[in-house]
């Protein structure tokens, strides 16, 4: 008699749990996620018959560090329709517009050095992140609606699958989010929409073009930034400036060499006749890190440069 009274009192503790956390869930979905269609499908990245919700407004990256946006081919792997724990998903391939509200969390160590769903490698401090229904590789702009910070990344792979989680972001973008230590944000995603030629298709500023003149390491460690046909500017957050040269050859024999050694993606930009060598964008509590590793690669003229 009192193992029953005993479960039936956990029961009871379990369901009023249930139900609360599930007003709590109701209460938080907004238009872009979970609202019903005019044809009967559901807002936002999830199962079954999820469609992607219109943007309102576009995209506007001016200054926004992260993921180097340019144009690719959707790759071969991850793109077709399918089901992870009995839920079954679609691939918006067709998708030209697109934003949403809610939670993102991000993975880190243990995924580090794993396939992502295209095949490609997983590195955490890259600027990627994983979504269950955009075509692969896709770019979102990712804004903490906690501290208006914004960054850039490449959707490479698949997830996250907890919950009514929208995004799963990779370390490095995470932390120049501020959402390490917590695990989870409440962010807005905008997809940035490429053309071949190179044109951002969705952007406020239509004179701005996705550019390959800002070098990186690895091209699925990106670097910024979005830049204007007239500009060589890099913006956007803190660096640790290690190498100056006039020469874009040397330039880039020092940044192959440093392929795979430094914490954070290296980036080249053209200043006043100097390629510039830099790691970043470095979240400000890294800073210290960053300049004594880039030391222990034998320069020790590196500083912290704020962009």
Known sequence: MKNKISYTLVASLLSAIFILNGCSSS??????????????????????NSIPYPQKDPVDITGVPGAKVKYEPYSRGGNKNYTVLGKSYKVWNDVKSYEEIGTASWYGPGFHGNKTSNGETYNQKGFSAAHKNLPLPSYLKVT?????????????DRGPFHGNRIIDLSESAARYLDIVKKGTGKVKIELVKVSPDGTILNSSQSSYIAQNT?????????????????????????YVQFFSTQSSDRASEISDRLRGLTSYPIVINKESGYYRLRTGPIVEEDLENAVEEMKNLGYNDSFVKKI
Not at 144 to 156: D, G, P
Not at 215 to 233: C, F, M, R, T, W
């Open 214 to 238: 800002v070098e990186s390491s690895d091209e699925n460690v990106l670097a910024p930034i979005l830049q204007d046909k007239n500009s060589n500017i890099l913006s956007g957050g803190f």
């Open 27 to 48: 209460s938080d979905i907004n238009k872009t996620h979970g609202a019903i269609s005019s044809s009967g499908g559901v807002y936002g990245t999830g199962p079954n």
């Open 144 to 156: 903490n609606l906690n501290n208006a910070k914004s960054v850039i990344v490449r959707v490479n």
